[in-house]
């Protein structure tokens, strides 16, 4: 499967993006999809992730702000952030397998990985 994230761009803090994360390939409907970022000069970071089910996780730093969500029949994931703060400021991709998971963590190990996107929120 391949992947091509979009939506992101300038935003002022306390502004609101979505991101989208389109598949192009079969049976999207069975990945998992997950987004993560990574800020100039840091470690890759775990985001929010979405599974086949549509059961929903996030990392503690964006819970109550981004939303995570898909629609299968345009293979599509998005990821609706709000309340945008100047560290959420990184490169955000989303990644997608078959493989159903309980937990999310920084080194998630994903099989299928998009080019990303750049997301800069100004204080």
């Known amino acids: 499967v391949q992947l091509q994230a979009s939506g992101g761009g300038l935003v002022q803090e306390g502004g609101s993006l979505k991101l989208s994360c389109t598949a192009s390939?079969?049976?999207?409907?069975?990945?998992?999809v997950a987004w993560f970022r990574r800020a100039p000069e840091k470690e890759r970071k775990f985001v929010s992730a979405?599974?086949?089910?549509?059961?929903?996780h996030y990392a503690d730093s964006v819970k109550g702000r981004f939303t995570i969500s898909r629609d299968n029949a345009k293979n599509t994931v998005y990821l609706q952030m709000n309340s945008l703060k100047p560290e959420d400021t990184a490169h955000y991709y989303c990644?997608?397998?078959?493989?159903?998971?309980?937990?999310?963590?920084?080194?998630?190990?994903?099989?299928?990985w998009g080019q990303g996107t750049q997301v800069t929120v100004s204080s």
């Open positions: 979405i599974a086949y089910s549509g059961g929903t």
């Open positions: 390939g079969r049976n999207f409907a069975d990945y998992g």
């Open positions: 990644a997608a397998d078959l493989h159903l998971r309980r937990y999310y963590n920084d080194n998630t190990a994903m099989d299928y």
